[in-house]
C-alpha cells in the first residue's frame, strides 16, 4: 500500500513539473512573439522587455524546446504581421522609422489600409507632431501659459482610428496608440478603457499594461481597473502589471513580495531584479538594494536602464568614489542617455557643485522632456542654491509628468516653507503625506508647518505620529516635549515622558557623560518638574546631570539644588522602588497613564494606505 501512494505522489508530482514546463514554454513563446511583432511596428522599448524576458527564460530549458519555441513564434508573428498588405512599401516606411524621418514614412503609408500600415502611419504622425511641440518649447523652466504648444496631429489621429473602429475595428496595436492619443488629450477614461481593450487582445504586450499602469494615480484607479470584467486577471502578464503598479504606488513591501515571486520563474531577469532593487530603494533599505543593483551591474555590465536609481543610492550613502566610478562608466557606455546626465548630475552635486549638476539636469531634459528624475534632482539643486522659484517650477513640472512623485511634492513644500507660504507648504506636504503615510519624514514635515502656524495641537499629532513611525527620531520626541511644555496647556505630564524619552536616546547613542543642548533643556525641565511634584530624589539627579554643563546652566543647576536641599525629604525621595535606565536616570514609561496619550500614532498599517486619517487632517 505504501508503495503505491508513493507512486501516485511522484506520478503527481512528475505532472506538476510536466505542466510547469509545458506553462514556460508557452510563456517563452509568447514573450518571442510578441517581441518580433512590436520590433516590426517600431515599438522598440516593449519589444526589448520581451526579448529580454525571454533571454532570461531559455538557461533553464532545453534546447530543442527552445528551438521549437523559436520556430513556433516566428509563425505566429508571421500570422500577426500578415495583415501588411505592400510588404515592399510597408519595409521601406519602416526604415524611414527607423531613420526617425517620421513625416516621410507616413506619407509613404498614406494610402495604405492594412492594420500594421494604419498603425505605423499614425504613429509616426503623433511622434512628428511631438517633436515640433517640443522644438516650440524653448525655454525649459518658462512658465506652463508659455509653454502652450500642443501636438496639432492628436484631433485627427484621434478621428482616424475611431472612424476605423467603427467600421472594421482595430487590432490591439491599434487600440494602443488609440489609447496614448486619448491619453495625451487628457481623456483619461477613455484611455484606460482603450488599453484595456488592447490588453484583450494581445495580454503579452507589454506597452498596454504599462500604459494602463500610468493611469492608475491612486488606490481608487487600481481598484477600478482590477474589477474591469474584460481584464485577463488569470494571465500570467497580470502579475507584472500588480507588481508594476504597487511600486509606482509606492506600496514597497507588496512590490518586494510580487517582485520575488516572479523572480522565482524568471530568476536571472535583469529586469526584475532591477524592479526588486528599486523596492528596497523606495524602503529605505539602501544596503540591500546597492547589493542588488551592483550584483545587476556585473552580470550586465552594459546596461544603463534604473543607473539613476543606483546613483540615488549612492548619493545617500556619500559613497564619492562608486559614484565617481559609476559616473564615468555611463559616460563611456552612453554619453547622450538620459539616465547618464541624471548620474553625473548626481555626482556634481554630492562634490556640492550645483550649477554644474544643474547643467547636466538640463541635458537629460532635452534628451527626454518627460524624465521624471531628471525634474525633480533639477528642482533639489535649485533648493540648493536658494533659488525658489527655478526649484517650484521644477517640481510641478514633475507632478504634471507624475502625480505618484512624491519626492516632488515633498520639495514643493520645502519651497514654499522657504519662502514662508505655510499654507501653501501644508497643502503640498499633505500630498507628499497621502502618497507615504508610513514615512515618518512626511509627518515631520506637517508637524513643522502647523507649528508653524501655531496649530500646536495639530503638530503634535503629527509628532506623535512621526515618533510611532520612527520611535528614535530624537528631534521628533524633543520637538513635541517642547510643544507639551510651552504651547499646550496643562499637559506637562507628556512634556516629562517625551523629555525623559530625549535624554534615554541621548544615553544610548552618547552615554550620559556627554551632554547636548537638548539634554540640558530636559534635564533643567525634568529637574523642576520632580521638584515640584516632591519626588526629590529624581529631581536630584537631573539636577546634577547639569553640574557638568558650564556656563549658566550650571549656576541654574546650582540654584535648583538650593531648593531640593532646603525641602524636607518627601516619601517619594526616600525610594519608592522607581525603575531607572542603565545611565542611572530614570525611565518615564511607569510615570504617565496611557489616557494622557491622544491617540496611538503607530495605529495605522501598510494595508489601510493612510485612509484612517484623523478628523483634524
Known sequence: MMTSIGSEITNMSNMGANQDHSARLVQLQELLTMSSACSSRGLHNSAKWSAELAESMIKDLPQDSVEQCTIGAAKDAAKMNATVGDQPLYMLAKTYYDLREFQRAAHVLRDAECDAAVFLRCYCRYLAGEERKEDECHDLLAPQDQNSAVNEELREIRNTLSARESARGLDGFGYYLLGTILSASELKVEAREAFIKSIEILPTFWGSWLELASLCTDVGDRQKVNSNDRLPQEHWMKKFFDAHVSLELHQADEAVSLYSNLAQTFPVSSYVQAQVATAYYNRREFDVSEEIFEGLRQSDPYRLDNVDTYSNILYVRVAKTKLSYLAHEAVRIGQYRAETCCVVGNYYSLKNRHEKAVIYFQRALKLNRSYLSAWTLMGHEYMELKNSAAAIEAYRRAVEIDPRDYRAWYGLGQAYELLKMAMYSLYYYRQAQRLRPHDARMWS?????????????????????????????????????????????????????????????????????????????????????????????????????????????????????????SLPPSRSSRGDGTPRSVSGTPTFLHMLDTSDISRDPGASSPANNGDDMPSWF
Open 445 to 565: 514635515a506637517l508637524a513643522h508647518t502647523y507649528k508653524e502656524m501655531d496649530r500646536y495641537t495639530d503638530a503634535a499629532m503629527c509628532y506623535e505620529r512621526t515618533i510611532g513611525l520612527s520611535e528614535n527620531d530624537t528631534a521628533a520626541v524633543f520637538e513635541l516635549a517642547v510643544l507639551y511644555r510651552d504651547r499646550i496647556p496643562n499637559k506637562h505630564n507628556l512634556a516629562a515622558k517625551y523629555f525623559g524619552r530625549v535624554i534615554e536616546l541621548h544615553d544610548d547613542e552618547f552615554g550620559s557623560a556627554v551632554e547636548s543642548e537638548h539634554t540640558v533643556d530636559a534635564c533643567m525641565f525634568l529637574s523642576q518638574f520632580f521638584k515640584d511634584r516632591g519626588d526629590l530624589d529624581q529631581a536630584e539627579t537631573y539636577a546634577m546631570r547639569l553640574m557638568n554643563v558650564g556656563g549658566k546652566h550650571k549656576e541654574s543647576a546650582k540654584e535648583l539644588l538650593g531648593e531640593i536641599h
